[in-house]
């Protein structure tokens, strides 16, 4: 089945900094690839996602980059700010009926941000 | 707020009993999807109905089971508890059953097994 890699487990930055997580995944025929912010005993709260027909998508501070050929994204936050301290997690999901990662979240291990003032 | 409920927040249990999670999806969205997350194994897929129907199938212990009902609420029955299904239980909903659409999670089921 799919495989999702999310690296760092932990990263640490001062504000105003820019921060970077990576993932990557096994599966081919994933297409869809979210990113969830996930507060201390909170839910997972979908930040940005991007689809395997685009290679980039901005949002305000937040972009996603999107490497088909090698099977990897990236979740970029510029100009961080303490509110955005949290877990971050990667996923991949496919919409092909038969296929490993179809109608399902596969998720990374997790990436802990420590924004510092 | 996303729109999806989950009941109870919170459930102490001890080994041994069956408990049943609750959610409502979002309005609109045909899709439910479980999760469990812990600690040592982080956030899994568990099970996804859509319309009543079951789609796609994780890990899903046997002793675990669900449904959606025609109201498009799904319940989640875990019986035999150990104490290593200890967890938060999100579900998460999304208007179609393909992969490809955003899925919005609930406030999640806090289980605790003693």
């Known amino acids: 089945g799919e495989n999702v890699e999310q690296h760092p487990s932990t990263l640490s930055v001062q504000e105003g900094d820019s921060a970077v997580i990576k993932c990557t995944y096994s599966?081919?025929?994933?297409?869809?690839f979210p990113w969830y912010k996930q507060e201390l005993g909170k839910r997972p709260q979908l930040i940005i996602d991007i689809r395997s027909n685009v290679g980039e998508k901005k949002d305000q501070r937040i972009a996603v980059t999107l490497n088909k050929t090698a099977k990897h994204f990236s979740l970029h936050i510029t100009e961080t700010q303490p509110e955005d301290s949290a877990v971050y997690f990667c996923a991949a999901s496919g919409n092909r009926a038969g296929g490993t990662s179809y109608g399902k979240l596969t998720f990374g291990q997790g990436t802990i941000l420590t924004v510092h003032p | 707020d996303s729109g999806v409920t989950q009941t109870p927040k919170h459930l102490i249990t001890a080994t041994g009993q069956r408990v049943t999670l609750r959610c409502s999806p979002r309005s609109g969205d045909l899709s439910v999807y479980w999760y469990q997350q812990s600690l040592d194994q982080g956030l899994q897929f568990l099970i996804q109905y859509y319309n009543g129907e079951e789609r796609a199938k994780g890990n899903i212990l046997e002793r675990f089971s669900a449904q959606q009902f025609p109201d498009l609420h799904s319940e989640l029955n875990l019986s035999s508890l150990e104490l290593g299904d200890s967890a938060l239980y999100f579900c998460?909903?999304?208007?179609?059953?393909?992969?490809?659409?955003?899925?919005?999670f609930g406030p999640g089921t806090r289980l605790t097994v003693t």
């Open positions: 998460a909903s999304s208007v179609s059953s393909g992969g490809a659409y955003e899925q919005y």
């Open positions: 599966d081919s025929a994933s297409n869809y």
